[in-house]
C-alpha cells in the first residue's frame, strides 16, 4: 500500500494551496482519512480529519480557513488550505486506516510528507 502526496510548495500569505493524498494497493475499504503536521522540534499535531461517512473534525487553529474533503472511489483525501499563515508552515502527512484484500484488520497508513512554506 502507498499514500502518495502532492500539493505542497510555497506561498505568500494570505494565499491558498490544495493538499491531495492517494491511496494505492490492495485496498478492500477505507475508514478513517487526515492530515497531520510537523515542524521541527515539536509534536505531530492532527490538522483535520474525515470518516466514512464524512464526519469531519478540525484543529482549532485551521477552522474555517481549512477544508478536509474525500472521493472514496478514488481512496483519495484533500485538503484545501485557504488564508494561509506563516505559523501554517510545516511538513504535512496523510494517513488512511485501511483494511486490505490480504488482511482485513484495518491499520494505519502514512504518506512521505509534502513541505508547505508559507512566507513573503
Known amino acids: 500500500v502507498q499514500l502518495v502526496e502532492s500539493g505542497g510548495g510555497l506561498v505568500q500569505p494570505g494565499g491558498s494551496l490544495r493538499l491531495s493524498c492517494a491511496a494505492s494497493g490492495s485496498i478492500f475499504n477505507s475508514y478513517a482519512m487526515g492530515w497531520y503536521r510537523q515542524v521541527p522540534g515539536k509534536q505531530r499535531e492532527l490538522v483535520a480529519s474525515i470518516t466514512m461517512s464524512d464526519s469531519t473534525n478540525y484543529e482549532d487553529s485551521v477552522k474555517g480557513r481549512f477544508t478536509i474533503s474525500r472521493d472514496n472511489a478514488k481512496d483519495t483525501v484533500y485538503l484545501q488550505m485557504n488564508s494561509l499563515k506563516p505559523e501554517d508552515t510545516a511538513v504535512y502527512y496523510c494517513?488512511?486506516?485501511?483494511?486490505?484484500?490480504?488482511?482485513?484488520?484495518?491499520?494505519?497508513?502514512w504518506g512521505q510528507g509534502t513541505q508547505v512554506t508559507v512566507s513573503s
Open positions: 494517513y488512511a486506516d485501511l483494511s486490505l484484500t490480504t488482511m482485513p484488520r484495518v491499520a494505519r497508513y
